[in-house]
Nanobody, 129 residues
Framework: QVQLVESGGGSVQAGGSLRLSCAAS????????IGWFRQVPGAEREGIAA????????YYADSVKGRFTISQDKADNTVYLQMNSLKPEDTAMYYC??????????????????????WGQGTQVTVSS
């Protein structure tokens, strides 16, 4: 029903950019939220961006607002996370996730990770100083 595959992670120096991709196969739901999360070992997963698929309204955590941009290409069912001005503290495993109940739109925020039922396998981002 739902398959999510991330790609695009890697290593970059501080101040650089990366673009992550999430190939999202979501059948049976045209109104859903796709979110990007990140996690470092020993810490909770942090929601950083989300997009409502129907009208592509976006939501961001304060930690990435102005630096990261989430977007969606409906033609190829891919959600992107463009990350600019990267900092060493952005180093983490990055995941995309899907919520078929569109709670990001209802609550006008990224919403917590437990609201997302479907997850990709993650892609590592490492930012060196």
């Amino acid at each position: 029903q739902v398959q999510l595959v991330e790609s695009g992670g890697g290593s970059v120096q501080a101040g650089g950019s990366l673009r992550l991709s999430c190939a999202a196969s979501v059948h049976g739901s045209s109104r859903n939220c796709i979110g990007w999360f990140r996690q470092v070992p020993g810490a909770e997963r942090e929601g950083i961006a989300a997009i409502y698929s129907s009208d592509q309204i976006t939501y961001y955590a304060d930690s990435v607002k102005g630096r990261f941009t989430i977007s969606q290409d409906k033609a190829d069912n891919t959600v992107y996370l463009q990350m600019n001005s990267l900092k060493p503290e952005d180093t983490a495993m990055y995941y995309c996730a899907a919520d078929l109940y569109a709670r990001c739109r209802l609550r006008r925020s990224v919403v917590p990770d437990y609201e997302y039922a479907y997850w990709g396998q993650g892609t590592q981002v490492t930012v060196s100083s």
